[in-house]
C-alpha cells in the first residue's frame, strides 16, 4: 500500500478543488454563465437565421427561380422549359382587397393567379377552387381582415396595358379592375397561406385566384406574367435565360410582324405601339445583316395641320425619312418638286389629299398642333412650325399600315366614334374627315424627318412606332420575314424585353444572413452580463488563492518553484473552467432559448414577427465554449501573475501583496485617477467652447470621469491611512468602517468597478433612447414637415395636385373638406425590399424612389452627413441627386440607419441595381438622412429613375403636406378617398416611431442584460461582503469581547459595505449624467431619473440584504471560538 | 557543514535603514545541533529564513555543503530547499485538503522519484506516532499532532539541514515536550544539522551549540 501511494501534483489538484469547493462553485458558476451567454448569443444569431431560413422556405415552397415579365406572355412558355425543370405559369399581381361584410381594406396584397398545376408544382394536395369566382385567402391575411369562409372580396388589381400610360396613347382612365371574388378556404402558412416571393419576416397577406379568372377579368386569355420554377440542379439565372431565349417568340415580347399592303415587305411593330430601342436596335441589325433596306417610322397624332387659314383635325403623322431605306417608292407629286427647307424650320411633306384641304404649296408654312404627356402628369398641347417640301401621292407606300393600331381609335367605324385616352373636340370633324376615314383610315397625312418628330414626340418608352422592310432578297415576304425574325430573336436578351430570371431561393438563403447579425449584436448586449460571470469567476478564483496564500507560501518553502506553482494551480483552474464549459454548454440552450423566447415576446419590436424558434449548431457550441475556456484561463492565468510577488516569507505570514507592490498600484492608481481628470476636465472645456462635438466629447469626459472615480478610489484604498482612528461616537465607528474597506482593497475595486460600469453603461444608454410620441413635424426633422406618407397598390399618373388629376381619379373632389388643404409630393418607386430595420432579411434588390425635382429644390428633412462639395450642395444636400459620377455612378440618398446598420456601406458607397434594360447600375451613396421616413429606401432623382427604370409607370409613393390643425375628419376623408383608388395613408409620425420602437427595443434588450449583468456583479460583491466580513470574523469577535455591542457592529458593517455600493453605482450615475448632459439638454429632458432609481434600487437591497446575512452569520457564530482561532 | 559568514540583514525604514543582523559568522558541522533564542523582533527568525535559503541577506555568504544558495538561480534554489533543507515552523502549515500521510509527502511533489520515500514517510509517522492516523485530516489532529506532521513533512527527504522557528510555540507543555524529544530522536537517527529558534531556555539548554541573538550580533548563550 505504500508503495503505491505516492503524492501526485494530480491528487493534491484534486484535493484542493474537492476542498475549496465552497469557492470554486462560484468560479465554476462564473464560467458556466459566461459560457452560457456567449453560446446562447451565437444560438440567438443562428436561430434568427435559421428562422428567417424556415420563414423562407415556408413562404417560396419548392420554387427556386422565379421568371417575371413586365408584361404578360404566352402560358405555353411555361410549357416549353425542357423537362428537367419543373415549371408553373402563374399570374402575380398586387391589389387592394376590400373585405365586404367589414368594408376593411388592405392595400398591397400579393394575388396569385393559380390552377392545379402550382399544387403540383409545390408538390402539395390541390386545393380547388369551388367556382370561378372562388378565392383562397392565406391565414395571415383572414385573420388581419376577418375574413371568414363564403365571405364577399372585392379585389382591385392594375389592368394589364401594352401602351405606356405615361404616353399619349396610353389609357390613364381604366388602370384598376375589380373583380368580385367569394372567400371558398382559409390556407394555413403550412398550406402555402403566406406564399411570397420577396423575403420579409413580417406579416404576408397572400390571396389565391382562378388564373382563368384574372386572364378573363384582364383581358389576358390565355397568358401569365410569372413562371415558378424548381428542380434545378445549380441555380443558374443564365442557363434560365439561355431556355428562355431558345423557346421565346416574338408575340412573348409583344412583336408582330405583317405584311405590308403592298406586298412588297413587312412592318416591325410592337403591342405598346412604341418599340423600344433595344428591340429596334436589334431589329435594325438584323435587317442589315440580311441584306433588307429598313425604315424607322414614329407615326403620331396632330391634333391639327394648319395652313393659309385653314386647319385638318385630328390626323397622324409620321416621322419618316421618305425616300431613303424602305420609303423610296413613295411618288411626289406635281412638277413644283421639292423645295429645301430653312435651317431654322424644319421640313414637311403633305399628302395630296392634306395639301389639297389646306390649299398649301410647297414653300408655304405649315403649323402641326399635337398633345404631349407630361410625366409630371399633365397633358400639355405644343404646336411646331414646318416649310412644306413637297406633296406626296396618298398611294402606295402611303397607307394605313404606316400608322399603328390604336385601341378605341383604329377599330372605330368613324372618326365620331373614336374613343381615345385623349380630348377629342368632335365638332371639329368635318364631313371630309370622315370621308377620309372611311377611305384611308389612319393614313398619315403628312411626313416629317424622323430626327424631327422623335425629338419632337419624345418620351422614355421608345423612338419608333414601327419600321418598314423591303424584301428585295428574292425569296418571298413570309419566307423573309421567318429568317429576320430569327435572327431578331437571337439578338434579343429576355433580360432587355423586360423577362427576368430571379433566383429567389438562391438569394433569399443569402438575404436570411440578415442584414443585422443578432449574434454580434446579442454578445454586445450581453456584454456585462459575460464581463460580470467572468469577474465572478476571477473574483472567486483570486479568493480562493488568497485563502490560500499560507499553502503557496508552504509549498514554495518546500521547493516548489513559481512556475511549477503556477502549473500547480493554473490545472485547477483548468479543471474549473472545463466543469464551467460543460456546465455552461447545457445553461446556453436555456438561454438562447430565453433569448429566442424574449425575441418572440418582450422584444418582438426588434425582429417583427413571433416566428422565432431556437436552432442551434455543435460549431457554436464549440466556439463559445473555445472563448469561454480561453478567457477563463486567461482570467487564472492573469490572478495568478501575482503568486511569484512575494517572499516565501510573507506569504507564510498571509500576504499575498507585498507593501511595496501595494504602493506602486496605489501610486499608479494616483496617477491614472489624475490625468483622467484632467482630460476629462479639458474635454468638457473643449465641448462646451464647441471645439469638439458636444456629443462626443461629454461622453468621453463622463467615461473619464468614471475612470478617474474608480483609479481614485482604488489609490485611497491601497495607501497607507494617513491619520489615525480616534474620537469616539459614530463619527469615530463610521472612521473604522471606513478603514474597513481598506481590506483586501482589488477585491472592493473590482465590485465597486463592476457595478459603477454596469450603472454607467444601463443610465448612459437611456440618452439614445427616442420618445416615440414626439416626433417632430418641423420641416428639417425626420418626417420632413409632411404629416402622412400615401402608399399606392395601383400606379398614379395623373398629378394629385391638379383638379384635372384628382377629377380623373374621382377623388379629392372639390367639396371634399380636404381637397384645398392637401398637397402631395410624388415619387416614383421601383418595388423592392424594404431597407429599413423593419426588414431583418439583408435587401437583395433594395427598394428604389425617384425624387421629383421640386422636392429636391424645397430643403426638407436634415442630414447627418453628406459628400456636399459647393455652397449649395452644403446648404441643400438634396441636390446631390442631380449628380451622376463621371464613372456613370448615380447620386443616391439614404437614411443614415439604413446605410450603416443595414446596407453596412457609407458615404461614397455603391450599390448595384438591375435597370429595366437588364444592365448594372451603380447608385453612389451621397448624403446620409438623419433619422427620417425614408429608412425603407434609396431615393434617387425622378430624372436618373426614369432613365434606368424607364418602364415603371406612374407614382406610387407620396408625401402628404396638410396644414397642422387639420382635423380628424378631414383626416379621415382623406384616408377614405384614397382608399378607394388603393392609396394607403400612414402618418409619418406612426411611421417614423416604428422604427423608434425598433431601436427603443435593441436599447431595452442591452438594458436588460445589463441589468441581468449588474444584478449579477451585485451578487458577486454581496457574495465578497459576506466573504470579507467572514474573513474578519475573529477580528469582530474581538470587538464584541471588547464591549461593541451588536447594533453598533452591524452599524459598522452596513456602512462599509453600502459605501461600496453607493460609491460603485453612484460614480457610475453621476459620470453617465455627464455624458448624457448635451443630449438632455438639447431635447429638453430631465434627466432619467426613473431608470436611475431602478438600477440603484435592485444594487442597494442585494447589497444590504448580503450584508445583513453577514452580520447574522457573524452573530450567530460562538464567541470563544472565534476568538480562539485569533 | 553550514558555513555563514560576514552576514548582514538590513529592511528599509522611512529615512533611515533598520539593520536586524550585523556581520554574523556562524558554522555548524554535520549532525551538530543549535539553538539560538533572542527576545522577539531581535532577528532570530530572519537569520533562519536567510539560511533556510528563503530569504537573501543584504551582504555575506551563506553556504550549505559548499553551495551558495544565493548564487542559484530560481528554479536550482528550489531545488536545493527541497532536497537539502528541512523547515518546521510555529505554525504548522498543514494543507488542510490533504491526509496526513499526503502532508508529508507534499515535498515529494517535486522531488526525483524515490521508491524509497513513501516507506520512509511511514517510517516517520510510525515514528511520530501517527501511524494510525495516515487517513486523517488536518482538522482532526490536535496541536501537538499537527506539529509532529510538519516534522515528518521536514524530514521527509532527509535533508541535510533542519530549520524550526519557534516549533513548540503554540504547544502546550506535554506536546512540547514530545515534539522536541522526536525532534532529537529524529536528529540523531538522520544525524543532519539542526538549528531550532525558540523562547524556551528550557528547550534551548538541551541543545549541543547554544546561541543567542543580541543586538544584531550572534553569540554564544
Known amino acids: 500500500m505504500i508503495e503505491?501511494?505516492?503524492?501526485?501534483?494530480?491528487?493534491?489538484?484534486?484535493?484542493?478543488?474537492?476542498?475549496?469547493?465552497?469557492?470554486?462553485?462560484?468560479?465554476?458558476?462564473?464560467?458556466?454563465?459566461?459560457?452560457?451567454?456567449?453560446?446562447?448569443?451565437?444560438?440567438?444569431?443562428?436561430?434568427?437565421?435559421?428562422?428567417?431560413?424556415?420563414?423562407?422556405?415556408?413562404?417560396?415552397?419548392?420554387?427556386?427561380?422565379?421568371?417575371?415579365?413586365e408584361r404578360f406572355f404566352s402560358q405555353s412558355l411555361a410549357d416549353q422549359i425542357p423537362e428537367v425543370f419543373s415549371s408553373c405559369p402563374i399570374i402575380y399581381l398586387q391589389g387592394t382587397l376590400l373585405h365586404e361584410e367589414s368594408r376593411v381594406r388592405m392595400h398591397r396584397v400579393n394575388v396569385y393567379g393559380i390552377d392545379d398545376r402550382f399544387w403540383k408544382f409545390q408538390g402539395m394536395p390541390a386545393q380547388p377552387f369551388t367556382d370561378d369566382r372562388a378565392a383562397l385567402v392565406g391565414s395571415t391575411l383572414a385573420r388581419q381582415m376577418d375574413i371568414k369562409t363564403g365571405n364577399g372580396l372585392l379585389l382591385q388589381v392594375e389592368t394589364q396595358q401594352s401602351i405606356p400610360r405615361e404616353w399619349l396613347y396610353g389609357r390613364r382612365d381604366d388602370i384598376g379592375k375589380t373583380v368580385r371574388l367569394s372567400c371558398s378556404q382559409i390556407l394555413a402558412p403550412e398550406q402555402l397561406g403566406d406564399f411570397a416571393l420577396r423575403p420579409h419576416q413580417g406579416n404576408v397577406y397572400s390571396?389565391?385566384?382562378?388564373?382563368?379568372?384574372?386572364?378573363?377579368?384582364?383581358?389576358?386569355?390565355?397568358?401569365?406574367?410569372?413562371?415558378?420554377?424548381?428542380?434545378?440542379?445549380?441555380?443558374?439565372?443564365?442557363?434560365?435565360?439561355?431556355?428562355?431565349?431558345?423557346?421565346?417568340?416574338?408575340?412573348?415580347?409583344?412583336?408582330?410582324?405583317?405584311?405590308?399592303?403592298?406586298?412588297?415587305?413587312?412592318?416591325?411593330?410592337?403591342?405598346?405601339?412604341?418599340?423600344?430601342?433595344?428591340?429596334?436596335?436589334?431589329?435594325?441589325?438584323?435587317?442589315?445583316?440580311?441584306?433588307?433596306?429598313?425604315?424607322?417610322?414614329?407615326?403620331?397624332?396632330?391634333?391639327?395641320?394648319?395652313?393659309?387659314?385653314?386647319?385638318?383635325?385630328?390626323?397622324?403623322?409620321?416621322?419618316?425619312?421618305?425616300?431613303?431605306?424602305?420609303?423610296?417608292?413613295?411618288?411626289?407629286?406635281?412638277?413644283?418638286?421639292?423645295?429645301?427647307?430653312?435651317?431654322?424650320?424644319?421640313?414637311?411633306?403633305?399628302?395630296?389629299?392634306?395639301?389639297?384641304?389646306?390649299?398649301?404649296?410647297?414653300?408655304?408654312?405649315?403649323?402641326?398642333?399635337?398633345?404631349?404627356?407630361?410625366?409630371?402628369?399633365?397633358?400639355?398641347?405644343?404646336?411646331?412650325?414646318?416649310?412644306?417640301?413637297?406633296?406626296?401621292?396618298?398611294?402606295?407606300?402611303?397607307?394605313?399600315?404606316?400608322?399603328?393600331?390604336?385601341?378605341?381609335?383604329?377599330?372605330?367605324?368613324?372618326?365620331?366614334?373614336?374613343?381615345?385616352?385623349?380630348?377629342?373636340?368632335?365638332?371639329?370633324?368635318?364631313?371630309?374627315?370622315?370621308?377620309?376615314w372611311d377611305r384611308y383610315r389612319a393614313t398619315p397625312k403628312a411626313f416629317v424627318p424622323l430626327s424631327v418628330g422623335q425629338r419632337l414626340w419624345q418620351n422614355r418608352f421608345g423612338k419608333r412606332t414601327s419600321i418598314l422592310f423591303l424584301n428585295n432578297t428574292g425569296s418571298d415576304v413570309k419566307t423573309a420575314q421567318a429568317t429576320f425574325s430569327r435572327s431578331l430573336l437571337s439578338r434579343l436578351r429576355p433580360e432587355s424585353a423586360g423577362l427576368k430570371a430571379h433566383p429567389v431561393k438562391e438569394s433569399g438563403m443569402t438575404a436570411s444572413h440578415g442584414s443585422t447579425d443578432f449574434a454580434e449584436y446579442f454578445v454586445y448586449f450581453s456584454f456585462f452580463l459575460i464581463v460580470s460571470a467572468i469577474l465572478l469567476a476571477f473574483l472567486f478564483f483570486k479568493l480562493t488563492i488568497e485563502q490560500r496564500v499560507r499553502e503557496i507560501g508552504l509549498l514554495k518553502v518546500v521547493g516548489i518553484d513559481s512556475g511549477p506553482l503556477r502549473r500547480l494551480f493554473f490545472r485547477e483552474g483548468l479543471v474549473l473552467s472545463l466543469v464551467g464549459c460543460i456546465l455552461g454548454l447545457f445553461l446556453s440552450l436555456g438561454y438562447g432559448w430565453l433569448?429566442?423566447?424574449?425575441?418572440?415576446?418582450?422584444?418582438?419590436?426588434?425582429?417583427?414577427?413571433?416566428?422565432?424558434?431556437?436552432?442551434?449548431?455543435?460549431?457554436?457550441?464549440?466556439?463559445?465554449?473555445?472563448?469561454?475556456?480561453?478567457?477563463?484561463?486567461?482570467?487564472?492565468?492573469?490572478?495568478?501573475?501575482?503568486?511569484?510577488?512575494?517572499?516565501?516569507?510573507?506569504?507564510?505570514?498571509?500576504?499575498?501583496?507585498?507593501?511595496?507592490?501595494?504602493?506602486?498600484?496605489?501610486?499608479?492608481?494616483?496617477?491614472?485617477?489624475?490625468?483622467?481628470?484632467?482630460?476629462?476636465?479639458?474635454?468638457?472645456a473643449a465641448a462646451t467652447l464647441g471645439m469638439v462635438s458636444q456629443l462626443i466629447g461629454f461622453f468621453v469626459a463622463g467615461f473619464l470621469s468614471l475612470v478617474a472615480v474608480l483609479c481614485a478610489a482604488a489609490y485611497y484604498l491601497r495607501r497607507s491611512p494617513a491619520r489615525t482612528i480616534s474620537g469616539t461616537g459614530w463619527p469615530a465607528l463610521i472612521q473604522l468602517g471606513a478603514r474597513n474597506a481598506r481590506h483586501r482593497p482589488g477585491r472592493s475595486v473590482l465590485c465597486a468597478a463592476l457595478i459603477a460600469s454596469a450603472t454607467f453603461i444601463i443610465v448612459s444608454t437611456e440618452a439614445f433612447r427616442r420618445a416615440p410620441d414626439e416626433i417632430s413635424l418641423e420641416p428639417d426633422s425626420g418626417t420632413g414637415g409632411y404629416r402622412f406618407i400615401a402608399e399606392s397598390t395601383l400606379p398614379v399618373v395623373h398629378d394629385l395636385n391638379s383638379t384635372e388629376g384628382r377629377e380623373a381619379l374621382g377623388i379629392l373632389r372639390s367639396q371634399d373638406p380636404a381637397a384645398g388643404t392637401v398637397r402631395f409630393v410624388s415619387f416614383r418607386e421601383r418595388p423592392g425590399d424594404d431597407t429599413s430595420c423593419l426588414n431583418l432579411y439583408t435587401p437583395q434588390e433594395p427598394r428604389i424612389l425617384g425624387a421629383p425635382d421640386s422636392f429636391l429644390r424645397s430643403v426638407r428633412f436634415s442630414f447627418k452627413s453628406s459628400l456636399a462639395s459647393t455652397p449649395e450642395e452644403e446648404e441643400n444636400?438634396?441636390?446631390?441627386?442631380?449628380?451622376?459620377?463621371?464613372?456613370?455612378?448615380?447620386?443616391?440618398?439614404?437614411?443614415?440607419?439604413?446605410?450603416?446598420?443595414?446596407?453596412?456601406?457609407?458615404?461614397?458607397?455603391?450599390?448595384?441595381?438591375?435597370?429595366?434594360?437588364?444592365?448594372?447600375?451603380?447608385?453612389?451613396?451621397?448624403?446620409?438622412?438623419?433619422?427620417?421616413?425614408?429608412?425603407?429606401?434609396?431615393?434617387?432623382?425622378?430624372?436618373?429613375f426614369l432613365r434606368v427604370f424607364p418602364d415603371r409607370e406612374g407614382y406610387r409613393y407620396f408625401l402628404v403636406d396638410t396644414p397642422r390643425d387639420v382635423d380628424a375628419s378631414t383626416v379621415q376623408s382623406l384616408k377614405e378617398n384614397l382608399g378607394y383608388w388603393g392609396i394607403r395613408l400612414e402618418s409619418s409620425g406612426d411611421l417614423l416611431a416604428s422604427y423608434h420602437r425598433v431601436e427603443n427595443t435593441y436599447l431595452s434588450t442591452f438594458q436588460s442584460l445589463g441589468t441581468l449583468g449588474l444584478i449579477l456583479g451585485t451578487f458577486g460583491l454581496a457574495t465578497v461582503l459576506l466573504r470579507n466580513v467572514l474573513e474578519r470574523r475573529s477580528e469582530l469577535a474581538l470587538l464584541r469581547a471588547a464591549g461593541y455591542r451588536r447594533h453598533i457592529l452591524s452599524g459598522i458593517i452596513l456602512f462599509e459595505n453600502i459605501l461600496l455600493l453607493l460609491w460603485g453605482a453612484g460614480s457610475g450615475i453621476v459620470c453617465a449624467l455627464i455624458s448624457i448632459a448635451p443630449v438632455l439638454h438639447s431635447r429638453g429632458e430631465t434627466p432619467p431619473f426613473l431608470m436611475v432609481a431602478m438600477v440603484l434600487i435592485p444594487v442597494l437591497i442585494a447589497g444590504t440584504a448580503a450584508s445583513l446575512v453577514a452580520v447574522i452569520a457573524v452573530f450567530r457564530s460562538p464567541l470563544l471560538p472565534a476568538l480562539r482561532s485569533e | 557543514m553550514l558555513e555563514v559568514k560576514n552576514l548582514t540583514k538590513e529592511y528599509p525604514m522611512p529615512g533611515r535603514r533598520l539593520e536586524v543582523l550585523s556581520n554574523i559568522d556562524f558554522t555548524l558541522n554535520d549532525a551538530e545541533s543549535a539553538s539560538i533564542i533572542g527576545p522577539s523582533g531581535s532577528g532570530k527568525s530572519t537569520f533562519l529564513y536567510i539560511v533556510g535559503a528563503l530569504e537573501p541577506p543584504s551582504s555575506g555568504l551563506v553556504r550549505l555543503a559548499g553551495e551558495n544558495p544565493y548564487q542559484m538561480n530560481e528554479k536550482d534554489l528550489a531545488a536545493f530547499r527541497n532536497r537539502k533543507i528541512g523547515f518546521v515552523f510555529q505554525d504548522h502549515h498543514l494543507l488542510p485538503q490533504c491526509s496526513v500521510l499526503e502532508n508529508v509527502l507534499i515535498p515529494t511533489l517535486v522531488s526525483p522519484p524515490d521508491d524509497s520515500v513513501p516507506k520512509r514517510a511511514m517510517e516517520l509517522?510510525?515514528?511520530?506516532?501517527?501511524?494510525?492516523?495516515?487517513?486523517?485530516?488536518?482538522?482532526?489532529?490536535?496541536?501537538?499532532?499537527?506539529?509532529?506532521?510538519?516534522?515528518?513533512?521536514?524530514?521527509?527527504?532527509?535533508?541535510?539541514?533542519?530549520?524550526?522557528?519557534?516549533?513548540?510555540?503554540?504547544?502546550?507543555?506535554?506536546?512540547?515536550?514530545?515534539?522536541?524529544?522526536?525532534?532529537?530522536?529524529?536528529?540523531?537517527?538522520?544525524?543532519?544539522?539542526?538549528?531550532?529558534?525558540?523562547?524556551?531556555?528550557?528547550?534551548?539548554?538541551?541543545?549541543?551549540?547554544?546561541?543567542?541573538?543580541?543586538?544584531?550580533?550572534?553569540?554564544?548563550?
Open chain 1, 207 to 436: 390571396l389565391f385566384v382562378p388564373i382563368g379568372r384574372l386572364q378573363k377579368d384582364l383581358n389576358q386569355e390565355s397568358k401569365a406574367n410569372t413562371i415558378l420554377l424548381s428542380g434545378m440542379q445549380e441555380t443558374a439565372t443564365a442557363s434560365v435565360n439561355d431556355i428562355l431565349k431558345k423557346n421565346l417568340s416574338p408575340g412573348d415580347l409583344g412583336l408582330r410582324l405583317k405584311q405590308t399592303p403592298s406586298g412588297k415587305g413587312f412592318l416591325l411593330e410592337s403591342d405598346r405601339i412604341l418599340i423600344e430601342d433595344p428591340v429596334a436596335k436589334a431589329a435594325l441589325e438584323a435587317a442589315g445583316e440580311a441584306g433588307l433596306p429598313a425604315s424607322p417610322i414614329y407615326t403620331y397624332m396632330a391634333n391639327a395641320i394648319r395652313a393659309n387659314g385653314r386647319s385638318i383635325p385630328y390626323s397622324a403623322i409620321a416621322a419618316a425619312d421618305i425616300g431613303n431605306g424602305a420609303l423610296t417608292d413613295i411618288v411626289m407629286k406635281g412638277t413644283t418638286g421639292t423645295v429645301q427647307s430653312d435651317s431654322d424650320i424644319p421640313p414637311i411633306y403633305l399628302t395630296d389629299w392634306a395639301a389639297g384641304d389646306l390649299k398649301a404649296s410647297p414653300g408655304d408654312t405649315v403649323a402641326v398642333e399635337y398633345y404631349i404627356w407630361l410625366e409630371a402628369g399633365n397633358l400639355v398641347t405644343r404646336s411646331e412650325s414646318f416649310r412644306l417640301s413637297g406633296v406626296v401621292a396618298t398611294a402606295g407606300d402611303v397607307n394605313a399600315a404606316l400608322a399603328p393600331e390604336i385601341p378605341g381609335v383604329t377599330e372605330a367605324g368613324s372618326m365620331s366614334d373614336w374613343d381615345p385616352p385623349f380630348p377629342l373636340d368632335l365638332k371639329r370633324i368635318r364631313e371630309k374627315d370622315e370621308s377620309y
Open chain 1, 4 to 69: 503505491v501511494y505516492t503524492m501526485k501534483p494530480v491528487r493534491l489538484i484534486f484535493r484542493s478543488l474537492l476542498y475549496y469547493w465552497r469557492t470554486n462553485l462560484p468560479v465554476v458558476a462564473g464560467i458556466a454563465i459566461a459560457v452560457a451567454v456567449m453560446t446562447g448569443a451565437l444560438m440567438v444569431g443562428r436561430s434568427v437565421r435559421g428562422s428567417l431560413r424556415d420563414l423562407l422556405f415556408e413562404r417560396i415552397g419548392r420554387t427556386e427561380t422565379v421568371v417575371t415579365a
Open chain 1, 595 to 684: 433569448m429566442v423566447y424574449g425575441l418572440r415576446t418582450w422584444w418582438v419590436d426588434a425582429v417583427g414577427t413571433d416566428r422565432m424558434t431556437l436552432h442551434f449548431s455543435p460549431l457554436d457550441m464549440a466556439f463559445g465554449t473555445a472563448i469561454g475556456l480561453c478567457v477563463s484561463l486567461a482570467t487564472v492565468f492573469w490572478t495568478l501573475r501575482g503568486l511569484k510577488r512575494n517572499t516565501p516569507r510573507a506569504l507564510l505570514s498571509g500576504v499575498l501583496e507585498s507593501v511595496k507592490v501595494q504602493s506602486r498600484r496605489a501610486r499608479t492608481m494616483g496617477i491614472v485617477a489624475i490625468a483622467s481628470t484632467a482630460t476629462a476636465l479639458l474635454l468638457l
Open chain 2, 125 to 221: 509517522l510510525e515514528q511520530v506516532g501517527l501511524k494510525d492516523r495516515i487517513h486523517h485530516k488536518p482538522h482532526e489532529l490536535s496541536g501537538g499532532e499537527k506539529q509532529r506532521v510538519a516534522l515528518a513533512r521536514a524530514l521527509v527527504l532527509q535533508p541535510r539541514l533542519v530549520l524550526c522557528d519557534e516549533p513548540t510555540g503554540n504547544l502546550d507543555t506535554e506536546s512540547a515536550e514530545t515534539v522536541v524529544s522526536l525532534l532529537f530522536d529524529l536528529h540523531k537517527r538522520q544525524k543532519n544539522m539542526l538549528v531550532v529558534v525558540t523562547h524556551n531556555l528550557e528547550i534551548a539548554g538541551r541543545f549541543h551549540r547554544r546561541f543567542k541573538l543580541h543586538r544584531a550580533q550572534l553569540q554564544p548563550a
Open chain 1, 877 to 944: 444636400p438634396w441636390l446631390l441627386l442631380d449628380k451622376v459620377f463621371s464613372d456613370g455612378a448615380i447620386a443616391a440618398i439614404a437614411d443614415a440607419n439604413t446605410i450603416q446598420y443595414i446596407l453596412h456601406l457609407s458615404l461614397g458607397g455603391d450599390i448595384p441595381v438591375q435597370a429595366d434594360d437588364g444592365s448594372t447600375v451603380r447608385l453612389r451613396l451621397a448624403a446620409a438622412l438623419n433619422d427620417s421616413t425614408f429608412q425603407g429606401g434609396i431615393l434617387i432623382s425622378e430624372k436618373n
